[in-house]
T-cell receptor, first 112, second 109 residues
Framework: NAGVMQNPRHLVRRRGQEARLRCSPM?????VYWYRQLPEEGLKFMVY????????ESGMPKERFSAEFPKEGPSILRIQQVVRGDSAAYFC??????????FGPGTRLTVL | QKEVEQDPGPLSVPEGAIVSLNCTYS??????FMWYRQYSRKGPELLMY????GNKEDGRFTAQVDKSSKYISLFIRDSQPSDSATYLC?????????FGAGTILRVKS
């Protein structure tokens, strides 16, 4: 049973470009979560999604960030017009309903 | 005040030592408690998961939860160099996890 998959593992963008991060949950998991880990900081919750629904986006910055989990395909975290402060590791986690979360390997975003 | 407090360390111990890692929290709504291990530049790996006060043991690892004191601990027996990593406590009242800052552990051979 493959774990949570994320791609790309490393992403380099210039300021003003768009970043798209993908997450495929574990088989049988219908819940997806995105977290951000800034250098020297802990993991911070961003958004919680189920298929075609955003359940909790209380941790998402108000501008430039969006997330989706379509009926078919992976969950996408999209960052528009990236700035240097967006440089971080972005982790996706998945879970079955009402159960604990398993994390993917992360995408390390570097904004030049 | 942060919702979850965790001493960042680093904590350095000799091989074979018993390691104690701790977190305190302020939110009484937290019902589920987890410990994750994170190696450098990797994703967090679930070690322990519990939802009640008391102890839970798995191999060399024991998780302890004291809800009345809002305090959780992870004990590692017979520590090995391969245990060197960052240990993250996490807790939840429902869906999203709230993490501590992580404690860096170094086990010297």
């Amino acid at each position: 049973n493959a774990g949570v998959m994320q791609n790309p593992r490393h992403l380099v963008r210039r300021r003003g470009q768009e970043a798209r991060l993908r997450c495929s949950p574990m088989k049988g998991h219908s819940h997806v979560y995105w977290y951000r880990q800034l250098p020297e900081e802990g993991l911070k919750f961003m958004v919680y999604l189920q298929k075609e629904n955003i359940i909790d986006e209380s941790g998402m910055p108000k501008e430039r960030f969006s997330a989706e989990f379509p009926k078919e395909g992976p969950s996408i975290l999209r960052i528009q017009q990236v700035v240097r402060g967006d440089s971080a590791a972005y982790f996706c986690a998945s879970s079955p309903p009402a159960d604990t979360q398993y994390f993917g390997p992360g995408t390390r975003l570097t904004v030049l | 005040q942060k919702e979850v407090e965790q001493d960042p360390g680093p904590l350095s111990v000799p091989e074979g030592a018993i390691v104690s890692l701790n977190c305190t929290y302020s939110n009484s709504a937290f019902q589920y408690f987890m410990w994750y291990r994170q190696y450098s530049r990797k994703g967090p790996e679930l070690l322990m998961y519990t939802y009640s006060s008391g102890n839970k043991e798995d191999g060399r690892f024991t998780a302890q939860v004291d809800k009345s004191s809002k305090y959780i601990s992870l004990f590692i027996r017979d520590s090995q160099p391969s245990d060197s990593a960052t240990y993250l406590c996490a807790m939840s009242g429902g869906n999203k996890l709230v993490f501590g800052a992580g404690t860096i552990l170094r086990v010297k051979s």
